[in-house]
């Protein structure tokens, strides 16, 4: 009797496993992610653990919030490591603004920050930026 009990708390951690895993979405932008280079660290480990061969999360920032708002010494020099923490086939730039006029102002403006925390050219980050939205947008629409 004990091994049955042990079978059946096995089936029901992964009953429980599988409930878990399927109440996530396909994908989740971290918008305007104002976390720190360990946070970024965390929310990955938690990915690989439940997540080995899925890449979930993708992460914004966005001139508006991560310049603009964040405008300590401080949390401007987390906001850069938070970057460079992020895999890069997993940074997006964010326009975060309130208006369609005010949307490739504020995009580059998060391309140029981008750029500038990893030490790379503009037209590269646009470029990865942008395949990095998309391949977000179609692993958010197959569910």
């Given amino acids: 009797k004990k091994e049955s009990n042990t079978d059946n708390s096995n089936s029901d951690n992964?009953?429980?496993e599988?409930?878990?895993i399927n109440a996530f979405p396909t994908a989740i932008g971290m918008h305007s992610f104002t976390g720190t280079a360990h946070h970024v660290k965390e929310i990955l480990a938690f990915e690989k653990t439940w997540f080995p061969n899925h890449k979930l999360f993708y992460f914004g920032f966005s001139h508006a919030v991560n310049v603009a708002m964040c405008s300590s010494e401080k949390s401007r020099r987390?906001?850069?490591e938070?970057?460079?923490a992020v895999p890069s086939d997993r940074l997006m730039a964010e326009s975060d603004v309130h208006t369609?006029?005010?949307v490739p102002a504020g995009t580059a403006g998060a391309i140029s920050y981008i750029a500038s925390a990893l030490d790379k050219p503009l037209i590269?980050?646009?470029e990865m930026t942008a395949s990095n939205g998309l391949a977000f947008l179609n692993t958010s629409i197959k569910h």
């Fill in 82 to 84: 938070a970057i460079r």
């Fill in 14 to 16: 992964v009953d429980q």
């Fill in 18 to 20: 599988t409930k878990l």
């Fill in 124 to 126: 590269d980050v646009a």
């Fill in 100 to 102: 369609a006029q005010d």
């Fill in 78 to 80: 987390q906001g850069l």
